[in-house]
């Protein structure tokens, strides 16, 4: 017993994988980000294929509703996969422009995921190699350096993803020229990682400014080791768990913001979906008339899956790797 | 007491000030001004003559010019509201965002904060469990999302507040509640873990053992101390939900402040922009402190360092 109590306390991973709550949220993620990728090739082809005729608003069916109007010629699927495929389509119904909503929502929540983790990478390159410089050269640098951090703090963040936004518009436009999707999601990414970094900054220099005084980067520093050096052979294996938990926290703040710009029309723009952009696209289909519940509830059910899924492994992992917090630790 | 508040009030102006410089050049180093609007394009002439009447055509003018005015509180024109200046633009908003903002903080104490201690207290029931995932939930909900929701179930389905729209007390829970909801979720897991911390701690213990009630314990002893996170998480939070939130704006078609800042920035309206952060600013620095001096009182501990 006191043995086993000893090996779980030593091990991060182990405590994790023993989170209840975090192995059934990473089960539900891999299961939808599965499902995403089996169901790409057929996203790929009608996320975006409008037919106005028969399936404008038609609510979810069971049996398939007609998804491309150029497939009216040749309706038969030839093989049964597809057969699969094209009744799926209708499953979540179809939007105002009779696209299948189905096809809209799982390559949304990929595009969706992949800006939060994106966004979070920015974050946590910036956050701490900012931290990391602060502290490592003290002094007037450190200080000058925390005062930005302090002064960004002090700024409305709404503005300040905006700001970016339009100042990294122009130069990321030109450097994806003809590709106006992907620079889209590339600018958006970096201008909410760009924003998100601050809380990582003063927590990683304060890991740094402790972890400087400890015997072995003295030891290391006594043998001719620079400060790039000992940070990265040193200091960065101690600070993987304060890295990853406050970047696992950036990632759906981030998804979230990402709903919150789409929202307000500067997110993703059309015809690539989000999960924020059919969120807002469904609100707005819903105040003029309820009846379209569909066009919110799946694309929110969505959305609301995946952040619950990546908070409970945040949490998770924050109890994991902060030993003080282990009592706050549920389940 | 008096000369840390001093010291305090002048670290927060050099903070605005900084925030004021920031700001400024970012505002200078974007592309495209107020005064091109979209793919249509003015003559040259014609712009310089509109950056003159701005006092825009030196920067460096502008700056001091910008600042001599804040000083005195008057911001100037806007650009793109026509007849109107910052200060008429602020003093619109600003009280409209600030009721309904303080509304909010006050729902999200009254509620997350016997939430956290309930959840604490009961660690690893139902009630906890339950109330932890009622906080994820708020957490992970747009808002836009939330308010479109109770928008429809309380004013289409029960007809019990009007269909968006300011000016009569029946326009103010809605939007107040629908801003307070990721607050409440902040607060009510701050209050836990908090109180996880005091409830393990000596003094909660010695308490404990000279016989206290464990009501008395809970409410009298631990929650001063374990409040304290909450009492610092919520000077950025006031400050934030006092100058508004644009989508909680755009759902209920309330006039606050939080459609400015968000305009102003799509429409690089230079003035609207410093403005409307200097007032955030100012708001945040005042609410930190107004935060501390409140954390000093609960903790004597505190209070020697302030």
Known sequence: MVNCEKRTINNPLRRLLRSRTAQASAIVLFGLILLSLVMLPFSVRWHNAQELTRSVRHPPAWSPVQLDSNQAADHTPRDTSSAFAHRAGSWFGHDDLGRSLFYRVLPGFLVSLAIGLAAAMVAVIIGVTWGAMAAMAGGLVDQALMRIVDTLYGLPYILMVILLKIALTRPLTALFAGHSGYADMVILFMAIGGVSWLTMARVIRGQVLSLKNELFVEAARAVGAGPVYVVRTHLLPNLVGTIFTYGALVVPQAILQESLLSFLGIGIQQPTPSLGRLAADGVEAVNTFVGYWWLIVFPCAFLVVTLLALNFIGDALRDAFDPKSRAATLV | ?306
């Open chain 2, 1 to 306: 007491m008096r000369s840390p508040i001093l010291r305090r009030l002048r670290l927060g102006a050099l903070t605005v000030a900084c925030v004021y410089v920031l700001t400024f050049l970012m505002v200078i180093a974007l592309p495209g001004n107020p005064f091109q609007q979209g793919q249509h394009h003015i003559p040259p002439e014609a712009e310089m003559a509109l950056r003159a009447q701005y006092d825009m055509d030196n920067n460096w003018v502008y700056f001091w010019q910008f600042l001599v005015g804040a000083l005195k509180l008057d911001f100037g024109p806007t650009f793109t509201y026509n007849d109107w200046t910052c200060n008429q633009v602020i003093a619109s908003s600003l009280p409209v965002s600030m009721l309904i903002g303080l509304m909010a903080v006050l729902i999200a104490v009254l509620i997350g904060v016997p939430m956290g201690v309930v959840s604490a207290v009961r660690r690893r029931t139902w009630i906890d469990v339950s109330c932890l995932t009622l906080v994820l939930l708020g957490l992970s909900l747009p808002t836009f999302v939330t308010g479109s929701a109770l928008l429809i179930v309380f004013s289409v389905y029960l007809n019990l507040a009007p269909i968006g729209g300011w000016g009569t007390i029946a326009h103010l829970p809605l939007p107040a509640l629908t801003l307070a909801l990721p607050f409440i979720a902040c607060v009510a897991r701050l209050t836990r873990t908090g109180m996880l911390d005091a409830l393990g701690s000596d003094f909660v213990r010695t308490a404990i053992a000279k016989g206290a009630s464990k009501r008395g314990v809970i409410w009298k002893h631990a929650l001063p101390v374990a409040i304290l996170p909450v009492v610092s998480f919520l000077g950025p939070a006031m400050a934030q939900a006092m100058t508004g939130s644009f989508v909680v704006e755009k759902v209920f078609g309330v006039p606050g402040m939080g459609q400015h800042f968000v305009n102003a920035a799509l429409n690089r309206d230079a003035g609207l922009i410093l403005s409307t952060v200097l007032v955030f600013a100012t708001l945040l620095v005042l609410f930190n402190l107004f935060v501390d001096l409140v954390c000093a009182m609960l903790d004597p501990r505190i209070a020697e360092g302030v």
